[in-house]
């Protein structure tokens, strides 16, 4: 029979996602052969042994580092939430969080090339991710980072694992982790008024045209009516005019807050897990329908 090594092991990891373990058995019943073990993969654990990367990560973490003036939010999703509890998994992601912080990485390619062992995977963060893929039977992925370096002094605030704020400000510490805290709360899109995405409000412009345009009214009323609900819009998403979550008396803004504690906020980054993101519908009992077909294949 033909030795299996390691590297054999990992070349079928490789072009499968299997488990390590998965990997070996297949390769010692295919004496070796490597098309054969490929097969055997696929059969015995059917869409186990597909490509991972061709599956939906909407799952996963947001993980933060920060120390002093330098910090960083990251998202790195997995498909399921059971997955998103792993401590290889969230391990994976602080690392990640702290790599960023500490190295400055370009881009997401960047990051993945930047040295780090886990688990007995490495020299890279990208050969760590690929590895716990296949230790964990599970697609995950480094979707996005925001990095703080020196610009101001920086709160942070993680609301479990799956909402995620750095808020970068002057003035009093208790206060700038209160806005982290409300924006968690509110999910505000821009720090003010100016700064709301075009995008943003043009679809909130036709919307209230719509609207507008269903009254009757004369087109120099419709046209106050649109420009009254733009401007509604704009100060419920912008985080400066919305009401603090705090507030004693139910009215004062973000603003006022902010200014009553000599406290100046320069932006804020808010990740949630998933946001964006087309989650698969899955059909329970197609799935189960498969997984019988595939145990009566076997």
Do not use: W
């Amino acid at each position: 029979m033909a030795a299996i090594t390691a590297s054999m092991v990992a070349e079928l990891r490789a072009k499968t996602d299997a488990p390590m373990m998965e990997c070996k058995k297949a390769l010692t019943e295919a004496e070796g052969d490597m098309g054969r073990a490929e097969e055997i993969l696929r059969v015995k654990l059917g869409s186990k042994a597909g490509k991972a990367a061709s599956r939906i990560t909407a799952e996963g973490v947001v993980a933060a580092s920060v120390s002093g003036t330098t910090g960083a939010l990251v998202e790195i999703n997995c498909e399921t939430d059971f997955v998103s509890k792993n401590e290889a998994f969230l391990a994976f992601a602080n690392a990640t969080a702290k790599l960023v912080a500490e190295k400055n990485p370009a881009d997401v390619a960047a990051l993945s090339a930047l040295p780090h062992s886990q688990d007995g995977f490495g020299p890279t963060l990208e050969d760590v991710r690929k590895g716990l893929i296949g230790k964990i039977g599970e697609n995950m992925s480094i979707r996005r980072f925001k990095r703080y370096a020196g610009g101001g002094k920086l709160a942070h605030y993680l609301h479990g694992t799956r909402i995620g704020v750095i808020v970068e400000f002057d003035g009093d510490a208790v206060a700038a982790k209160d806005v982290a805290m409300h924006v968690a709360a509110m999910k505000p899109a821009a720090l003010s008024q100016k700064d709301v995405p075009a995008d943003l409000v043009d679809k909130e412009r036709k919307i209230a045209a719509e609207k507008a345009a269903e009254s009757g009214k004369p087109a120099d009323i419709v046209a106050k009516m649109v420009e009254g609900s733009v401007q509604k819009y704009l100060k419920e998403i912008s985080l400066l005019n919305q009401v603090f979550v705090k507030a004693a008396d139910g009215r004062q803004t973000v603003e006022q807050m902010l200014k009553a504690t000599n406290t100046a906020v320069k932006g804020f980054t808010l990740y949630v897990v998933g946001e964006g993101i087309e989650k698969k519908a899955d059909d329970f009992a197609a799935e189960v329908a498969a997984q019988v077909a595939a145990a009566k294949a076997q």
